[in-house]
């Protein structure tokens, strides 16, 4: 399957479901588009609003602050759980003493943290930013560390037989072995990054998306719910594309997969 075969099948997914959407709540098709269009608005006035939003310009700012606290929070939670995987994967015996304290921090609820976070940083960025590090960081650390631990030991063995250096195993060895694995967390790091942001917006702050939603809500006007939501997806999309990009530019050497046809 070519690559614009494969675009042209998921816009045509996305364009059934918004055309699903706009039978229901615009048309008689599914019941009384009424009491639809209060619950769900309609993908044209969200489409509308978004529209207004970017115009007017008043999206701007609010994207700019998530933005802000989602990158803040990828990137230190990324490499706090890159360095920190890679020592615990290297030293087995530091791993095992703070195993069952690492297991009861990642099980910990990340939310209960964040009026504690607000307490302790205020309503600036950097609470939104530190719940977003207690998101990133444990995903990170345990696809990393799992990496490290899978390496390959022929490989392994042959490198020491060559007289490799640690520095030289951590670059040849330890290091390729884990960017698979590091890599494909960090796609789903990336959306934690946002969610910790958002969700600390929407307990408390004067500004980003998950600000703008909370106003939304608050007064009932679903389509501005909706089109925050909208929002957020496509800038989740954007950041994820520009990680992808990144990974095609280091995992170069590694095999692409091929797309199945039926």
């Known amino acids: 399957m070519t690559r614009p075969v494969l675009i042209l099948l998921q816009v045509s997914v996305a364009v059934v479901g918004l055309v699903i959407w706009h039978l229901f709540t615009a048309t008689h098709l599914f019941g009384n588009p009424a009491n639809a269009k209060f619950f769900f608005a309609t993908p044209i006035d969200v489409g509308a609003r978004i529209v207004e939003w970017f115009v007017s310009g008043s999206i701007w700012y609010h994207l700019y602050i998530t933005l802000a606290e989602s990158t803040l929070a990828f990137v230190i939670g990324s490499l706090g759980g ?91 060895v330890y290091l390729p072995s884990a960017l698979s694995w590091m890599f494909s967390s960090l796609h789903t790091a990336v959306g934690f990054a946002v969610v910790g942001a958002v969700v600390g917006e929407y307990l408390g702050s004067s500004a980003g998306l998950g600000y703008l939603i909370q106003q939304a809500e608050g007064v009932f006007d679903v389509t501005g719910v ?8 496509g800038f989740v999309l954007v950041i ?23």
Do not use: C
């Open 82 to 172: 890159v360095a920190i995987g890679f020592w615990f994967a290297r030293k087995p015996l530091l791993a095992m003493v703070f195993d069952p304290y690492v297991k009861a921090a990642n099980a910990l609820p990340r939310v209960v943290l964040a009026p504690i976070f607000a307490l302790w940083l205020g309503l600036g960025i950097w609470s939104k930013v530190a719940l977003g590090v207690t998101l990133v960081f444990f995903i990170v650390f345990f696809n990393v560390y799992q990496g490290v631990k899978e390496v390959n030991q022929t490989v392994l063995s042959n490198a020491r037989m060559l007289g490799m250096s640690e520095r030289q195993l951590l670059r040849h």
């Open 226 to 233: 909706f089109a925050g939501m909208f929002v957020l997806m």
């Open 240 to 262: 994820d594309w520009l990680v992808t990009l990144v990974e095609e530019r280091l995992l170069v050497w590694r095999p692409q997969a091929q797309v199945a046809t039926a």
